[in-house]
């Protein structure tokens, strides 16, 4: 076991992992790709129409995945300020700065999409609901760690500034969650659950699990791309990088 570990811990480096990121990064395109067709065609030419929405409903193959992805988002950003602030690894810093922009991507497709989906349902673009306050409130996490980082030149004083921002603001994400369960809300309950049946049609929920699936596909591709354009920012003077095969051409 110990040794699967060891095995684990030599990609924190980020020698090891720029490599390894430009082998992966095309396949999980391939995916996003893949799956965005399916989940398109589902969606808008199989799914059919509800019958108190009409066709307008079709907004959420692309809202509720991209809800759900700029949570999620938020959550591994979380994750690797952890894990940076624990065992000191600067690939932890890389990875939080490469996820941050498609959050934030996903947070703004998030809101937008809900603008245009609650303009005909409720008669307004905006409302200061309690989850579309909060989901706007983790726009502005996004924002606020990517102006934080870029103001600070020292990269390493960087990412301990960031990582306390991905700390403190992931409290935000269950208020997000659970904010249709504790205050009385315009936005409806969740739309898949796992504890009960889901009440929609078998194609919708297929469309939007396919659309979710091509967005976390996207999420790994752009991530791994720009880490490796991180990683070769920061470590551009390292001997190790002065041996790679692209930058002897």
Same mark, same amino acid.
């Given at each position: 076991?110990?040794?699967?570990?060891?095995?684990?811990?030599?990609?924190?480096?980020?020698?090891?992992?720029?490599?390894?990121?430009?082998?992966? &990064?095309?396949?999980?395109?391939?995916?996003?790709?893949?799956?965005?067709?399916?989940?398109?065609?589902?969606?808008?030419?199989?799914?059919?129409? !509800?019958?108190?929405?009409?066709?307008?409903?079709?907004?959420?193959?692309?809202?509720?995945?991209?809800? &759900?992805?700029?949570?999620?988002?938020?959550?591994?950003?979380?994750?690797?300020?952890?894990?940076?602030?624990?065992?000191?690894?600067?690939?932890?810093?890389?990875?939080?700065?490469?996820?941050?922009?498609?959050?934030?991507?996903?947070?703004?497709?998030?809101?937008?999409?809900?603008?245009? &989906?609650?303009?005909?349902?409720?008669? /307004?673009?905006?409302? &200061? !609901?309690?989850?579309?306050?909060?989901?706007?409130?983790?726009?502005?996490?996004?924002?606020?760690?990517?102006?934080?980082?870029?103001?600070? !030149?020292?990269?390493?004083? /960087? !990412?301990?500034?960031?990582?306390?921002?991905?700390?403190?603001?992931?409290?935000?994400?269950?208020?997000?969650?659970?904010?249709?369960?504790?205050?009385?809300?315009?936005?409806?309950?969740?739309?898949?659950?796992?504890?009960?049946?889901?009440?929609?049609?078998?194609?919708?929920?297929?469309?939007?699990?396919?659309?979710?699936?091509?967005?976390?596909?996207?999420?790994?591709?752009?991530?791994?791309?720009?880490?490796?354009?991180?990683?070769? %920012?920061? %470590?551009?003077?390292?001997?190790?990088?002065? %041996?790679?095969? %692209?930058?002897?051409?």
């Amino acid at each position: 076991m110990s040794q699967r570990l060891i095995n684990w811990f030599k990609f924190a480096s980020p020698a090891t992992f720029y490599p390894l990121a430009g082998k992966l &990064w095309p396949w999980f395109a391939a995916l996003a790709a893949a799956f965005t067709l399916a989940g398109l065609w589902l969606g808008l030419f199989v799914a059919p129409t !509800d019958f108190q929405q009409g066709e307008g409903y079709r907004i959420i193959f692309i809202h509720v995945p991209a809800s &759900w992805m700029s949570m999620f988002i938020y959550c591994v950003m979380a994750f690797w300020a952890a894990m940076g602030l624990v065992f000191n690894t600067r690939l932890s810093g890389m990875m939080s700065a490469a996820l941050a922009p498609t959050g934030a991507l996903f947070a703004f497709l998030s809101l937008w999409t809900g603008a245009l &989906w609650g303009k005909p349902m409720w008669g /307004a673009w905006w409302v &200061w !609901d309690a989850r579309l306050t909060s989901e706007l409130i983790l726009f502005f996490l996004y924002l606020g760690y990517i102006a934080l980082t870029s103001a600070i !030149d020292d990269p390493r004083r /960087a !990412d301990k500034a960031g990582a306390i921002v991905s700390l403190v603001g992931v409290i935000n994400v269950p208020i997000i969650y659970f904010s249709v369960k504790w205050w009385n809300t315009l936005h409806q309950g969740a739309s898949v659950s796992l504890t009960k049946a889901p009440s929609m049609a078998t194609t919708m929920l297929w469309g939007m699990l396919l659309m979710a699936l091509a967005f976390w596909m996207y999420t790994i591709a752009v991530a791994l791309c720009r880490v490796r354009a991180i990683i070769l %920012e920061r %470590e551009g003077r390292a001997q190790w990088v002065a %041996e790679l095969p %692209e930058m002897r051409t």
